[in-house]
C-alpha cells in the first residue's frame, strides 16, 4: 500500500482523518517485546484482578501508538515528527475490541508547527479510550511510501496446542500402554503426559531396564504399572492384547520402529482393526494461523490409491473433529488446482470432492485438487479466481504421498516455527506416534489428541 502525505501548506483547520485496528493477542506479544514492558496485566492468558478470567488488557501507550499512526500515515502523513502529546486516558481495551484512532486539525502556526485534537474510541459501544491534544512538526514537502516493504512479524506463540491441553486436561485420564519405554526421551514423555494429567501409562518392556532408568532421570514411578516383555514385538503384541481387553484406551510409542510396533496391531485376526486403514495425521501449531492445521498422510501410507485416500480423509475429518472444528474444510492437494489427466493426484483430488459432495466422505467439505498456495492463502485463491469453502482456508491438508506430506511437515516444523504433534487413527484405540527424536511437546499433545479423540468417540457412541 502507498502511504501519502499532506504537506504544510495544504493543511486545513478541521481537517480530519482516522484509523481502525481489530486489537489481537498477537499486537499485545509484540508490543511487549518492542518495549521491554512485560507488565502481566498487559499479557494474554493473565488473570490479574483475581476474577478467575483473563485481563488481557492492552497497555494504555498500545492506544497512544495508535494516534502515532494516523499522525504518521495519514495526517499529516510521512514525513510528520512530534512535538508533544498530552493524553487522558478513560477506559481499557481489550485483545478483540476493534478501535479507532482518529486526529483532528485545530491549529496552524506559521513555522508548519500543527495542533491536533486525539482520541481513540472502541467502535462496539463507541466508548473514548484516549483523548488528548498533539502538537507536531508537518512535512514541507510531498512524500510517500510503500510500506509493501516493512519485514512481516511472526508471533512464535503456540496458542492452539494451549487450547488443545487445556481441552483434554479437563477431561478423565487415559489409561495408556507404552509400548518400550527404554530411552530418556520415551520414559520422561510418558512420565510428563501422566503429570500433565492426559493419561494412566502403564509401561511395556524391560521392567527392570525402565526402573534403573527412571531412578537415573530421578523419576520417582509410585504406583505406575509395569508389564515385562523380553522384546520390541512382545511389548506391541502385550499392548494390543490390552487394548482388544479394554485393559487400555490408547496405546503410545517408545522407543522403537513405527513397523514393529503397528505390525501386530494390523494383523486382520488378533489386531485392532475396525474396518478403516490406518492413517497418521499431522496436527501442527502454526505462528501466525489462528487454528489447527492438520495434514495427512505424511508417516504411514507411501503411496496410497484412491481407496487409502477415502479413509485418510474420514479420519483426518473425525480427528477435526474431536479437536471442536464442526465442518472441517478439508483441501485435497496437488501441484496444481485443474485436473488433469497426466497427474494422478489431481485426478485423485477431484474424485474424492465429489465423493464428499455425495455423501461418500462425510461430515466436512471437501475440495480439490488445490494447489498449496491456494489451499491456505485467500490472496492466492482470489488472484486464480478460485471460489468455495475450502480455498484459502483449509482446516485440513491431504497430500498426495508420504514424501509431500513428511516434506510439508518438517518444512513448517524448522522453518515455520511450528510445533507438531499427531496420532494413528483407524484402529479401535488411538495410536499415539512420535518420532523417537521428537521432544516432549510433541509427546504430550499427542497425548492431549488421544484424551480429545476417545471422548469425542464416546460421546458419539462409537467405537
Known amino acids: 500500500m502507498i502511504i501519502k502525505n499532506f504537506p504544510f501548506d495544504t493543511l486545513k483547520l478541521g481537517q480530519t482523518a482516522e484509523l481502525q485496528r481489530l486489537c489481537t493477542t498477537d499486537d ?29 488488557t492492552a497497555s494504555g501507550i498500545f492506544l497512544a501508538a495508535m494516534i502515532s499512526a494516523v499522525l504518521g500515515n495519514v495526517l499529516p502523513g510521512p514525513g510528520t515528527s512530534y512535538h508533544s502529546q498530552a493524553l487522558t486516558f478513560t477506559g481499557h481495551a481489550k485483545a478483540g475490541d476493534t478501535l479507532l484512532a482518529r486526529v483532528t486539525v485545530t491549529g496552524l502556526a506559521p513555522s508548519g508547527i500543527v495542533d491536533l485534537d486525539t482520541e481513540v474510541i472502541r467502535l462496539r459501544d463507541a466508548a473514548v479510550m484516549v483523548q488528548g491534544k498533539a502538537q507536531v512538526q508537518a512535512p514541507l514537502g510531498p512524500l510517500s511510501y510503500d510500506d ?40 520422561q514423555g510418558a512420565l510428563l503426559a501422566q503429570a500433565q494429567g492426559l493419561i494412566l ?22 504406583t505406575v504399572q509395569l508389564v515385562e516383555a523380553a ?81 485418510i480423509v474420514q479420519n483426518a475429518i473425525n480427528l477435526a473433529h474431536s ?21 494422478p493426484s489431481s485426478m485423485d483430488a477431484a474424485a474424492l470432492s465429489k465423493m464428499a459432495d455425495r455423501g461418500q466422505i462425510t461430515g466436512g467439505l471437501v475440495d480439490g485438487p488445490l494447489a498449496m498456495d491456494n489451499a491456505v492463502s485467500m490472496a492466492a485463491a482470489r488472484t486464480k479466481g478460485i471460489t468455495g469453502g475450502v480455498a484459502g482456508q483449509a482446516d485440513v491438508l491431504i497430500v498426495p504421498n508420504l514424501d509431500a506430506g513428511n516434506i510439508l511437515v518438517k518444512l513448517l516444523t524448522h522453518l515455520a516455527h511450528a510445533e507438531a504433534a499427531g496420532l494413528v ?9 512420535t518420532s523417537r527424536a521428537d521432544g516432549q511437546a510433541a509427546r504430550v499433545i499427542s497425548a492431549a489428541l488421544a484424551v480429545l479423540q476417545v471422548h469425542a468417540q464416546a460421546k458419539a457412541g462409537l467405537r
Open 425 to 433: 487413527m483407524g484402529a479401535s484405540v488411538p495410536i499415539i506416534l
Open 323 to 343: 479437536l471442536g472444528i464442526a465442518q472441517p474444510k478439508v483441501a485435497v492437494l496437488s501441484a496444481v488446482e485443474t485436473v488433469s489427466t497426466d497427474m
Open 148 to 187: 509493501r516493504d516493512l519485514p512481516g512479524l511472526v508471533v512464535q506463540t503456540h496458542r492452539q496446542f494451549d487450547a488443545i491441553l487445556k481441552r483434554a486436561q479437563a477431561l478423565p485420564a487415559l489409561t495408556t500402554a507404552v509400548v518400550w519405554p527404554d530411552e530418556v526421551q520415551a520414559l
Open 231 to 311: 522384546s520390541e514385538t512382545a511389548a506391541a503384541e502385550q499392548a494390543v492384547v490390552l487394548a482388544r481387553a479394554g485393559k487400555v484406551k490408547a496405546i503410545m510409542k517408545g522407543h522403537l520402529h513405527t513397523d514393529v510396533l503397528l505390525r501386530p496391531m494390523l494383523d486382520r485376526t488378533t489386531g485392532l482393526r475396525i474396518g478403516r486403514r490406518f492413517t497418521h495425521v499431522f496436527v501442527l501449531d502454526v505462528p501466525g494461523l489462528n487454528h489447527p492445521l492438520l495434514v495427512s498422510d505424511g508417516a504411514i501410507n507411501i503411496a496410497p490409491d484412491l481407496t487409502t485416500k477415502i479413509d
Open 28 to 56: 499485545l506479544f509484540v508490543f511487549a517485546a518492542a518495549t521491554g514492558n512485560h507488565n502481566p496485566m498487559h499479557l494474554p492468558g493473565e488473570d490479574i484482578n483475581g476474577d478467575g478470567k483473563p485481563d488481557t
Open 201 to 222: 501409562p502403564v509401561l511395556i518392556g524391560p521392567t527392570a531396564r525402565i526402573r534403573a532408568l527412571a531412578k537415573d532421570i530421578g523419576a520417582d514411578l509410585g
